[in-house]
């Protein structure tokens, strides 16, 4: 066998490590496949999988000055601007559903009933627990984990390795999004949150005309009741909002990434 036809195993593993990195980003910022409870072997094992076919039809090229170079110091900041951006707009979506549940749970006396939320390993109150539960479901329903895939894949066409810088109309549409997220959040909580304002004014009224009686005996459990008869009725209303949210956020990510 002529030495000259044996591959450059070297550069081959280089590639694949440059190709790992806009996927790995992604799937660190992104909602699902960054929970905290998720393997990082696995996350690495997705970011190949999904990495070296799409590097491999871009033609991607090492820098003609080596890895350990300005060029490819740029090169590799612009893999993990592009990933971390993409993953960061889907994770926004989420946030909107777990900011609602927060306000609920304010508004119904339950920020002290908090639990360890298993998508970021921190705190959160019952209620953002139970929509950010619900905002992943439909996520992984309306097959979000799979679009997000075709999202990253379809960048390295958009914006090929070496070139992979985001525009600033696409920072500026990030930043945009940013702040449309706590409207959809306050969109998601308005059904239950403002009737629960409602009953907390009444419960004022009663206070101001009946001032013997205990309205901590009172109010909470009427409080309660209302929100959780409330929630019950109103999930419907804030699914369809959730998926707004979420299919706004893949569009977002679609932007940035140029798609």
């Known amino acids: 066998m002529d030495p000259a036809d044996i591959p450059n195993i070297e550069a081959m593993l280089q590639l694949w490590m440059l190709g790992m990195i806009r996927p790995g980003a992604a799937f660190i910022a992104a909602p699902v496949f960054g ?95 139970f929509l950010s539960m619900l905002a992943t479901a439909l996520f992984l329903a309306a097959d979000g984990h799979l679009v997000l895939i075709d999202i990253i894949v379809d960048s390295y066409v958009a914006l090929p390795p070496g070139n992979a810088f985001p525009s600033f109309d696409a920072i500026g549409g990030v930043i945009r999004f940013g702040s449309l997220m706590f409207a959809a959040a306050l969109t998601i909580a308005m059904p239950v949150g403002f009737v629960l304002i409602l009953v907390q004014m009444i419960m004022g009224v009663i206070g101001r005309s009946a001032p013997a009686l205990n309205l901590f005996a009172v109010g909470i459990p009427a409080t309660l009741l209302a929100g959780i008869i409330l929630l019950g009725v109103a999930t419907p209303a804030m699914a369809e909002a959730i998926v707004r949210i979420l299919s706004d956020a893949l569009d977002g990510a679609r932007m940035f990434a140029g798609v």
Request: charged share 5%.
């Open 35 to 129: 929970a905290s409870n998720v393997p990082v072997q696995l996350r690495l094992v997705i970011a190949l999988a999904v990495g070296v076919p799409a590097v491999a039809a871009s033609g991607m090229a090492l820098p003609a000055e080596g890895i350990v170079s300005v060029p490819g110091l740029l090169f590799v900041i612009g893999e993990v601007m592009i990933g971390l951006g993409i993953g960061f707009v889907l994770q926004m979506g989420l946030a909107a559903a777990l900011l609602a549940g927060e306000a609920i749970s304010n508004a119904m006396g339950l920020g002290f009933a908090s639990m360890v939320d298993p998508m970021s390993g921190q705190s959160s109150s019952a209620i953002g627990q």
